[in-house]
DNA sequence: TATGGTCAGTGCATCGTTACACCGATTTCA
DNA sequence: TGAAATCGGTGTAACGATGCACTGACCATA
């Protein structure tokens, strides 16, 4: 059961190996029509699949694109992690994946030791304000596509983002809560020191400001040092917030914007604990959409990302700006988030 | 900025490349500890990292691992694919992630490919009765884990399978309801043409047996045509099922095992629709205990697997086993799993 | 009939690492 | 004392695919 080489295949279709490489590599122009077919067949009969390995140390390149999320263990990324598996297979390659834990040194390590490996294209789902920890790799020609992390004025050039527009989403959801009449609205997250919690966050701000509100009004939740909580924990930053905002019943929030479903459904237990009721006696809204927000209870009110289309926007920017060695200067796509109404949200009574 | 090839540390160690490449791979017995120091300090001094593709491509082989789960969009295989990550960086290997969606043709597509990839250890989370689609790769060689799938009589003898004793699992929730008081138990699962799934449901036979009951007595749902049914889709299936079996009040069962937390929550859900109170109205058991479950209103009871463990052991027996190029008989770990109890199951009223 | 230009395809060096055969210098031991 | 064994290490040929420089054969033009 030895190897299928080129060089069998050449044999087989009585042309040297060259000729099958370029007809490999689409440098078909260069053969007559004949040749084609006789390699063709010969591929087919033979069962040729090229070595992976053998290409990559002659031209440096995988076929394989690096996806680096901050914990599958999450729903939101396993699930998007899951859209990107499919993507990329539809596309013909594969996805090595590695999880940071949101640990900016693990994203460097990560990201350094796949292009060392000759992987060319990452996604990176990061929400660091900079990209310095990876800038060196990017000079070297790595295609870097960052997921949930807008575009900022000092990233390099080259870089693509893919994300939602959080400050839109921000403002949705809080809008929403307004719209039902609620005034005393809490934010609650862990840190904010991320670009997309904070635009959220922004986003929350100025629906509140656009109301004739002040922020400075709502209660407000300063939280626990939020870098120990990784996203598996999440939930437990949620439940810590319902406890201590109704510590005291005169100033706790009649509403609540959470960071993202995983914080939202703690914050919900939280309530719980307390003996509260969400939808009657507190709303609560997330971010992301996420599969179990739909079977929670009550089901849960959240702003969606369109993370199928997001994964195949990522996988093709990933993908095909490979393909070429464009150095065109990246692009920025910021996709509208929905709003998706269910049951943990109502009126205020 | 140059490739640091191993030709660079052996100039500056003052030896030979050979010398180097048999200080890398633990051939160190053959050399003089001034020689290995002179290595160790021109490695760290140069940075040097061994050129993977180089690697295997002479010795046909990776330190990757192949993981192939059903899909990381279902929390529970998320959690695992985690768990493998870390278990397996902390043995310095990388894991490659395939989304089988339960579809043998994609395992066998994926194993087979990984396999050609130079990808010598597996881990297959498959539920499949049969192993022939990957048997080929298997007497090629291939070091091969299941997991979630207890061996079978006729599986290949090199092959190592990690799971829990579902059977005990499925008794043990049962039992669980029986002392609760419940005697119309109902078993809710997509197909249990899986080998784990039809152990769960011998376990809630025999549980029912023991207490003197007889299963044929218990409500049955006989299901959808659940190949229909990915994971994600899981959870439709629980609360297509509650609407079935509530459907007459008179034949509707007190309590539920579900073949998994998804379809558990589906049911839960399900329940909801109809105005039923989970707990109170009715008790509901899980499989998995996968995070939502705690954050779950009521918090699920649930059978937990031991993940962290079990994707230890998964990693070790596929890297380890694959080191050494032994081919002793492989080995069936089967874990014990353990009942959370919370809120979703309670005493007849 | 020279000259030059396509066209279709080939030969060869090369990517970085490793296994194996080999080598000179000591040491061992009958 | 001489033959063999051991030690510490080196030289070289691969692994499979690729791309550049090249070669004949053929055609067109002057």
Redesign the interface.
């Known amino acids: 059961?030895a190897r299928v080489t080129i060089q069998h295949v050449a044999q087989a279709a009585g042309v040297s190996p060259s000729t099958v490489s370029n007809f490999l590599n689409d440098r078909q122009g260069r053969m007559v029509a004949a040749t084609r077919t006789r390699i063709e067949t010969a591929i087919a009969e033979l069962g040729y699949?090229p070595?992976?390995?053998?290409r990559?140390?002659r031209n440096g390149k995988t076929q394989t694109v690096g996806l680096v999320v901050p914990?599958?263990?999450?729903?939101f990324?396993?699930?998007f992690?899951?859209?990107v598996?499919?993507a990329a297979l539809a596309l013909g390659c594969?996805?090595?994946?590695?999880?940071s834990e949101r640990d900016p040194e693990r994203e460097r390590r990560y990201v350094e030791?796949l292009w060392?490996?000759?992987v060319r294209s990452i996604i990176l789902c990061t929400s660091l304000p900079s990209l310095d920890h990876v800038s060196q790799v990017i000079k070297?020609g790595l295609r870097l596509v960052t997921f949930d992390r807008p575009a900022q004025p000092h990233d390099p050039e080259s870089v693509v983002s893919i994300s939602i527009d959080n400050n839109v989403g921000g403002q949705v959801a809080t809008a929403h809560l307004l719209e039902l009449g609620h005034t005393r609205i809490a934010f609650v997250s862990g840190s904010i020191r991320s670009v997309n919690r904070s635009a959220r966050y922004r986003g929350y701000c100025d629906a509140i400001e656009a109301a004739g509100l002040s922020v400075a009004d709502m209660p407000h939740w300063t939280g626990l040092d939020a870098d120990l909580f990784g996203d598996?924990e999440a939930?437990e930053v949620g439940r810590a917030a319902a406890k201590d905002l109704f510590a005291d019943p005169a100033t706790a929030p009649t509403a609540v914007v959470a960071i993202n479903d995983m914080t939202a459904?703690?914050f919900?237990?939280g309530l719980?604990d307390l003996g509260l009721k969400?939808g009657r006696d507190v709303s609560v809204i997330g971010f992301d959409d996420i599969?179990?927000a739909?079977?929670?209870?009550?089901?849960l009110t959240s702003v969606r990302q369109p993370i199928t289309r997001m994964a195949q926007l990522a996988v093709s920017e990933a993908v095909e700006r490979g393909s070429n060695e464009s150095t065109d200067p990246g692009s920025s796509v910021l996709l509208r988030a929905e709003l998706v109404v269910r049951e943990s949200t109502a009126r205020l009574a």
């Open positions: 059961m699949r070595n992976r390995a053998a990559q140390l914990s599958v263990g999450n729903p990324w396993g699930a992690a899951h859209e598996e499919v594969s996805v090595l994946l590695c999880n030791e060392e490996d000759g070297e598996v939930a459904l703690g919900c237990r719980r969400v599969i179990l739909d079977l929670y209870d009550p089901p």
